[in-house]
C-alpha cells in the first residue's frame, strides 16, 4: 500500500500496516496492534479530534478556505452574512436564500429586556465586557428552553440564527455598560455591521450613520475571523457539543477559552506592545532584545502557520482604507519599521516568523475608536458562525462524546495513614 505506514511492536515483532487519509492515519487501527498504548500529546498539537469539511487551512503553503472557497475571494467580494451562511450551510447562498436569511438574522437582534435589565445591568461597573459577554451568553440558555432539543432541525436554526444576530447587541451592550453608557437598541433598517456601529457609538442623534469605509473594514475583519479549523475555543466548542449540551452552553465554553489571553488577546497583546517600544528609534533596540530572549515579538508567527498568514495581507491592505477615514494611527509606522526589520532578519525568517492577522487587526481596531477591552469581543462577534458551524458538523455525524486518555505518572499504590502518624512531606 503506497499511502500508509506500518507499525511494528518490537516487543513482540508483530505490525500493522495503516492507511493514510486525507492526511491521518485511524487510531484505531493503531490500538488493535497496541491496546493500552496512548500518544502523548499534550497540546494536540499532533492530533486530529477531528474530521470536518468546513475549513481548510494549509499553514506551510499559507492558504485558508471556507468550505473550499479562497479567503482572499471572500475578503474581496463575500459579506459576514453570506459567509455566515456558507459555513453553517455548505454552500453560498442564492439571492433568495440571502434575502431569508439576512431577513431572519435582521429581526432577531432584539435580547429579551430581562437579559439587559435584570443580568447585563447587574455586573458591576468597570466588569470586562468580555467577562459580561461570556456569562450572558451562558444565561440565554435559560431564556430559550427549547434550545435543548438540539436534534430538532427547526429548534437548531432558531438557536443559530439567535445567536449570530445578537451577538453584536450583547457585544455593544457589554461595552456600553462597562463605559456607564444608556443602552442603544438595534436599528433593524442597518446592514449588520453598521447596525453594530450604532450600538456601539449613537449618542443622541435620531439615526447613526456609520461610515460606509469603516463598515466595510469591519465586515472583512469579521469574514476573516469567522473560522479558522479546529482552534482552541472551536474545540472547546466540540468538546462541549458532544456532551450534547444546549448552543448557548456550547458557545459560552468557546468564548471563555478565546478570552483567554493565549487565544483571542493576541492583537490587544501586539498594540501594547506598540505602546511599550514608542517610537521609531527604539524598533532596533527592541529587535535586538527579542533575539537575546528578553522579550517577545507580539504578531509574529502562529501556531499553524510556517508561512505568511493570509488574513494579514488582506488586513494590510484594508488598514490603509481605514487611515485614510480615521487618520493614521500613530502606532503605525512603528508596526511597518518592525515588520520592515523583522522580515529582513535571518533571526526570524528562518524560524519562519512572519506577521499574522493579529498584527494589524488592533491597530485598525484602535483606529475606530475600540477600547482594548474590546478586541476579544470583537473577535467573538464573527467567530459565532464558525463554532456553531462545527456544533453542526458533530451533531449531524454523531460525533461521541470526548474523552481524551491520560498517562499517569503519579505515585505508585500506597496505603492509607491515619493522621496521627504522618509526618510533614518535604
Not at 76 to 104: F, M, N, R
Not at 308 to 323: C, G, L, M, N, S
Amino acid at each position: 500500500m503506497a499511502d500508509s505506514v506500518t507499525i511494528i511492536d518490537n516487543r513482540t515483532g508483530e505490525s500493522i500496516e495503516i492507511p493514510i487519509v486525507n492526511g491521518g492515519v485511524d487510531a484505531t487501527e493503531w490500538s488493535k496492534l497496541l491496546p493500552g498504548i496512548w500518544f502523548y500529546d499534550p497540546s494536540f498539537s499532533t492530533t486530529a479530534a477531528a474530521a470536518s469539511a468546513i475549513t481548510e487551512l494549509d499553514g506551510e503553503a499559507g492558504i485558508l478556505r471556507y468550505r473550499g472557497y479562497p479567503i482572499e475571494q471572500l475578503a474581496e467580494q463575500s459579506t459576514y452574512l453570506e459567509v455566515a451562511y456558507l459555513l453553517i450551510h455548505g454552500e453560498l447562498p442564492t439571492p433568495e436564500q440571502y434575502e431569508v436569511w439576512k431577513h431572519d438574522i435582521t429581526y432577531h437582534t432584539f435580547i429579551h429586556e430581562n437579559v439587559r435589565k435584570r443580568f447585563m445591568e447587574g455586573f458591576h461597573h468597570d466588569a470586562h465586557p468580555m467577562g459580561i459577554l461570556v456569562s450572558t451568553l451562558a444565561a440565554l440558555s435559560t431564556f430559550y428552553p427549547d434550545a435543548k432539543d438540539i436534534f430538532d432541525e427547526q429548534s437548531r436554526y432558531k438557536q443559530v440564527i439567535r445567536l449570530i444576530a445578537k451577538m453584536p447587541t450583547l457585544a455593544a451592550g457589554a461595552h456600553r455598560h462597562s463605559v456607564g453608557m444608556p443602552f442603544v437598541y438595534p436599528d433593524n433598517s442597518l446592514d449588520f455591521t453598521s447596525n453594530f456601529l450604532s450600538m456601539m457609538w449613537k449618542v443622541a442623534e435620531p439615526r447613526y450613520e456609520a461610515d460606509p469605509v469603516l463598515a466595510r473594514a469591519l465586515d472583512i475583519l469579521f469574514i476573516l475571523h469567522a473560522d479558522h479549523e479546529q482552534n482552541c475555543g472551536t474545540t472547546a466548542m466540540r468538546v462541549a457539543g458532544s456532551a450534547h449540551a444546549d448552543p448557548y452552553s456550547c458557545a459560552a465554553a468557546a468564548a471563555t477559552a478565546l478570552y483567554g489571553p493565549r487565544h483571542g488577546g493576541a492583537n490587544e497583546a501586539v498594540i501594547r506592545m506598540l505602546t511599550r517600544i514608542g517610537s521609531m528609534d527604539n524598533v532596533l533596540p527592541f529587535i535586538e532584545d527579542v533575539k537575546a530572549g528578553k522579550g517577545r515579538l507580539q504578531g509574529f508567527g502562529h501556531r499553524v502557520y510556517k508561512n505568511y498568514d493570509p488574513r494579514a495581507k488582506i488586513i494590510k491592505e484594508t488598514a490603509d482604507k481605514v487611515f485614510e477615514v480615521t487618520g493614521k494611527n500613530p502606532l503605525l509606522d512603528i508596526a511597518l519599521k518592525l515588520e520592515e526589520v523583522a522580515l529582513s532578519d535571518e533571526y526570524f525568517t528562518s524560524r519562519r516568523l512572519y506577521p499574522n492577522v493579529d498584527f494589524y487587526s488592533g491597530l485598525i481596531y484602535q483606529a475606530m475608536g475600540f477600547p482594548i477591552e474590546m478586541f476579544t469581543v470583537l473577535f467573538a462577534i464573527p467567530r459565532m458562525s464558525g463554532w456553531l458551524a462545527h456544533w453542526i458538523e458533530l451533531l449531524d455525524r454523531n460525533e461521541r462524546i470526548a474523552r481524551p486518555r491520560q498517562l499517569y505518572d503519579g505515585e505508585p499504590v500506597r496505603d492509607y495513614v491515619p493522621m496521627d502518624q504522618r509526618k510533614a512531606s518535604a
